[in-house]
């Protein structure tokens, strides 16, 4: 599959098979998914997969804070990926203040890159992905063992497509979002 298949077929997919996802195209995913570019090539992105299902029920039951259709898409998807960012690396000095007026929103804007290639690089094995924003970052941590010093940046729904994803939406014409300042 070439790039341009790769973005232009990618869905968010939510309906999975009940089949596990080898741990070795885990690594073929996070392999591509490095190389998502960072600020400074701080690389703050990590990927925590979780498989266990009381363990993705009890995030379901508790940590997408009543938002029941994540809760249902988090329970059968074969596995779970909390994409974590390690904190006050991105866009901070080695003297720890701030190397813009952003702030800390580097980290976000690098974990937004590392998800979306981590989800084109799931597409090319054959992955189907989801990312979900509604969540509860404290309770989710609190039940899950991550290095004190990352923060959750996304959820990621993955396994292996139910059925065919259907073509995309129709997306807005080129000239609406592009324009060239002259």
């Keep these: 599959?070439?790039?341009?298949?790769?973005?232009?077929?990618?869905?968010?997919?939510?309906?999975?098979?009940?089949?596990?996802?080898?741990?070795?195209?885990?690594?073929?995913?996070?392999?591509?998914?490095?190389?998502?570019?960072?600020?400074?090539?701080?690389?703050?992105?990590?990927?925590?997969?979780?498989?266990?299902?009381?363990?993705?029920?009890?995030?379901?039951d508790n940590g997408v804070l009543g938002f029941g259709y994540n809760a249902k898409t988090i329970k059968v998807a074969p596995a779970l990926v909390v994409l974590t960012v390690v904190e006050k690396v991105c866009g901070y000095e080695a003297d720890g203040s701030f190397s813009t007026p952003k702030g800390d929103r580097w980290e976000m804007f690098d974990a937004g890159i590392a998800a979306q290639t981590f989800c084109l690089a799931a597409h090319l094995n054959g992955v189907g992905t989801v990312i979900l924003g509604i969540f509860d970052d404290d309770k989710i941590a609190t039940m899950c063992n991550f290095p004190k010093n990352e923060k959750i940046a996304a959820l990621i729904c993955a396994g292996y497509p139910a059925e065919p994803p259907k073509a995309a939406p129709p997306r807005k014409e080129v000239g609406e979002i592009l324009t060239f300042d002259q």
């Design 1 to 60: 599959m070439d790039v341009e298949a790769c973005i232009r077929e990618r869905r968010s997919i939510r309906k999975f098979l009940d089949k596990p996802i080898p741990h070795e195209v885990f690594e073929k995913i996070v392999e591509l998914a490095r190389y998502a570019p960072s600020w400074k090539n701080s690389q703050v992105a990590r990927y925590h997969i979780i498989e266990d299902a009381s363990q993705k029920s009890a995030i379901a």
